[in-house]
């Protein structure tokens, strides 16, 4: 535990890093939450409520490689996290959502986001909603960070965010509020409401995408998300995010 803020990769971690590299230079336009191949190209993508992570792709669906590399975003957030919550976390909800789908022809059909949608609120398919959530939560997550991220956004993002919360520090005040007040496992989001921009909290696997809302930025407040860099200090963590990692280009893409 007390190596997590070192810089050196750890030899265990069950990432290719080429593949990782790859992903990078695709940039986040290029993610993809299937399994497109030259065989079998993704079809034209479909608007949807965040354009630069999801697909319309069906299941199977494959964990998609991480937009930079698991050290990029040391020593804020180490790789030997990313070990974990990318590579084990993340990847065991994709694997439990193509198991829990792949015996429902209607359900393994529908693109991710249209199977959440399809699934919110039906309490026979909780496990199905969980899984296929946090799927795309996590994918949205790591493209809500970036190297060398954090402080004010500027130009038409920060336009929105003055008329939406008076300045760029009540919208952090508000943001850091949200992430700390979500009692136990859930996420923070920065959202478009129908043209004005909002903090939001969600527990657990909940998001936005069932409440018709445009995700522009989230924070995972899960433990896991912050128990090896932070231990219990998730207002460190917080803090950390907004001031080092936010991707503001990546919610600028989404303002769409
Ligand atoms: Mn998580």
């Not at 059909?109 to 309490?123: M, N, Q, R, W």
């Not at 493209?143 to 954090?150: D, K, T």
């Not at 004010?152 to 008076?166: C, Q, V």
Request: glycine share 8%; hydrophobic share 40%; with cysteine.
């Amino acid at each position: 535990m007390n190596s997590s803020h070192t810089s050196q990769s750890s030899p265990d971690i069950p990432l290719d890093r080429r593949q990782v590299l790859a992903g990078s230079l695709a940039g986040a336009s290029a993610i993809a939450l299937g399994c497109a191949s030259p065989s079998n190209p993704s079809p034209t993508p479909t608007p949807t409520n965040a354009p630069t992570v999801m697909t319309t792709q069906a299941a199977p669906f494959t964990l998609p490689a991480l937009p930079y590399a698991d050290t990029a975003l040391e020593p804020v957030m180490s790789a030997k996290t990313f070990s974990f919550h990318y590579a084990k976390h993340h990847k065991a909800y994709v694997d439990n959502l193509n198991n829990l789908v792949k015996d429902n022809a209607e359900l393994s059909a529908l693109s991710l986001e249209a199977l959440i949608k399809k699934v919110a609120g039906d309490s026979t398919k909780a496990g199905v909603f969980n899984n296929a959530a946090q799927v795309w939560n996590h994918t949205f997550f790591w493209n809500s960070m970036r190297p060398g991220g954090g402080g004010a956004p500027t130009g038409r993002l920060l336009e929105k965010i003055n008329a939406s919360f008076g300045d760029y520090e009540k919208f952090k005040t508000a943001f850091s509020d949200a992430a700390k007040t979500q009692f136990g496992s859930g996420w923070a989001w920065l959202v478009d409401d129908g043209g004005k921009l909002a903090v939001l909290k969600t527990g657990n696997a909940e998001t936005p995408l069932t409440q018709g809302k445009k995700c522009l930025i989230t924070l995972d407040v899960w433990e896991h998300a912050y128990y090896l860099d932070f231990q219990n200090r998730r207002p460190d963590y917080i803090t950390a995010f907004l001031d080092k990692l936010v991707n503001w280009e990546f919610a600028e893409k989404n303002l769409g």
